[in-house]
């Protein structure tokens, strides 16, 4: 994220919601300073063969485009359509009625108009009418068309960065337009064009790299993991086992990379250690495929496709019967809403059966992979662990809406 000094509370506070003074399509985008992310490195873009690798920011104002950008987007934009549905079927059927408009939090932590999911969409639907609508080619403006030029672009760049791609605002649509999938578009056409963030091009270059989005080697995972069972060990006394690329195991597990390596996801990390332990589970981690996470999401389907399938390759080379998740919102989200389609069906791997209780999770018949959540529940609801719940008497607890477990696979 660009720098930017800390504001005060009174200054955070200070959102002015009034309409602007401008239409929309004449108001210029500022790049303020502490609101977008530096360019995706040269050496990233090399790594995941993306376009156009340089060095740029987007605080300069010549972004350094291929001569041919307005025509690699239109193209890109044609086959996309083409390809994809629902993004033809979201480009021609919002109706503009403004349920979602204050339900995007860059809308209401900005106040800045073109936050709002309706009006983020049309920043790419103006351009869509201009060159595939007869209406926009013929009336432009007056149908809600415009020209691509490099402002439209880099308003494209700012605004579709600002999005996290949550879905809330699509749980209000009464036509059930993704918002998230129009940014995802979004950033594909840019992506076309070398404009992307480090944010998300190192993280996924990292894992074509070492298998991860933090880029941690083999060697690292497996002292760390060692290090919590030592950990394990000091504060409770039992041993853990620390199976890792263990061929013929049962299940393989797959855990965000955040979780070997930051707290708080250590504390969870270790979490999973003591019950596979208690349970006896017959499991393995991979050093290989050493990432729940799925930061193509963030970059284009493609990518999406990529990372997730070094996952499967894993499991048949281990020669897993199934795969149990540790919890990644963008892993789950990846895994239910894509897999099936870009890797799947994993028929090479056999219907998900809990060892310990016999329950068949036929909710993952087809991707053969199983939320930790779900897997958890399932040994609670048949008294396969101990639990004492006046341990958390002393907390109040509150149940926060994770986007993409909850809202986009149905979990909760
Ligand atoms: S709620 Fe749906 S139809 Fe209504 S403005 Fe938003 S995207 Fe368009
Ligand atoms: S998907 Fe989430 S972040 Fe993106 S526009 Fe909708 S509410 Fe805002």
């Given at each position: 994220m660009s720098s930017a000094k800390t504001p005060k509370p009174?200054?955070?506070?200070?959102?002015?919601?009034?309409?602007?003074?401008?239409?929309?399509?004449?108001?210029?985008?500022v790049f303020r300073p502490g609101t977008w992310s530096y360019s995706g490195t040269a050496k990233s873009?090399?790594?995941l063969n993306l376009p156009n690798p340089r060095a740029w920011q987007p605080s300069d104002a010549d972004w350094k485009l291929p001569e041919n950008w307005k025509e690699i987007i239109l193209d890109g934009m044609r086959e996309r359509l083409e390809k994809y549905r629902s993004f033809k079927l979201f480009m021609d059927i919002c109706v503009r009625c403004g349920a979602c408009a204050d339900k995007c939090h860059f809308y209401i932590g900005s106040g800045d108009p073109k936050n709002m999911p309706v009006l983020r969409a049309e920043l790419l639907r103006s351009v869509y009418r201009r060159y595939f609508t007869e209406a926009g080619k013929r009336f432009g403006r007056l149908a809600?068309?415009?020209?691509?030029?490099?402002?439209?672009?880099?308003?494209?760049?700012?605004?579709?960065?600002?999005?996290?791609?949550?879905?809330?605002?699509?749980?209000?649509?009464?036509?059930g337009i993704d918002q998230a999938e129009i940014t995802m578009m979004g950033r594909e056409l840019l992506n076309l064009v070398g404009c992307n963030?480090?944010?998300?091009?190192?993280?996924?270059?990292n894992c074509f790299r070492t298998g991860n989005h933090l880029g941690i080697q083999p060697g690292g995972i497996k002292d760390m993991l060692d290090f919590m069972a030592d950990d394990i060990a000091d504060r409770t006394g039992v041993r853990v086992d620390v199976p890792i690329n263990k061929k013929g195991a049962e299940i393989l597990f797959v855990t965000p990379s955040g979780d070997y390596f930051a707290d708080p996801g250590?504390?969870?990390?270790?979490?999973?250690?003591?019950?596979?332990?208690?349970?006896?589970?017959?499991?393995?981690?991979s050093t290989y495929a050493s990432e729940g996470?799925?930061?193509?999401?963030f970059t284009s389907s493609e990518m999406v496709k990529r990372l997730n399938a070094k996952i499967y390759a894993e499991a048949k080379r281990l020669g897993v019967k199934w795969i149990l998740g540790g919890e990644c919102g963008h892993m789950w989200r990846v895994i239910h809403q894509y897999m099936d389609t870009m890797n799947g069906p994993a028929d090479f791997l056999e219907e998900p059966v809990s060892p310990i209780t016999g329950t068949r999770f036929e909710n993952a018949r087809s991707t053969k992979m199983v939320h930790i959540a779900e897997f958890t529940a399932d040994l609670i609801r048949n008294g396969k662990l101990k639990l004492?719940?006046?341990?958390?008497?002393?907390?109040?607890?509150?149940?926060?809406?994770?986007?993409?477990?909850?809202?986009?696979?149905?979990?909760?």
């Open positions: 009174d200054e955070l506070i200070a959102i002015r919601y009034e309409p602007p003074e401008m239409p929309w399509m004449d108001t210029p985008t873009l090399t790594a809600g068309a415009r020209e691509l030029t490099v402002d439209v672009l880099k308003e494209w760049f700012y605004y579709f960065y600002q999005c996290t791609e949550c879905r809330r605002c699509s749980a209000f649509c009464p036509f963030i480090n944010w998300v091009t190192e993280p996924a270059a250590t504390y969870t990390c270790m979490g999973y250690l003591m019950l596979f332990h208690e349970i006896g589970l017959n499991y393995t981690f996470g799925n930061f193509g999401l004492d719940p006046s341990r958390n008497d002393a907390y109040r607890v509150t149940f926060h809406d994770s986007c993409n477990p909850a809202r986009a696979m149905g979990l909760f």
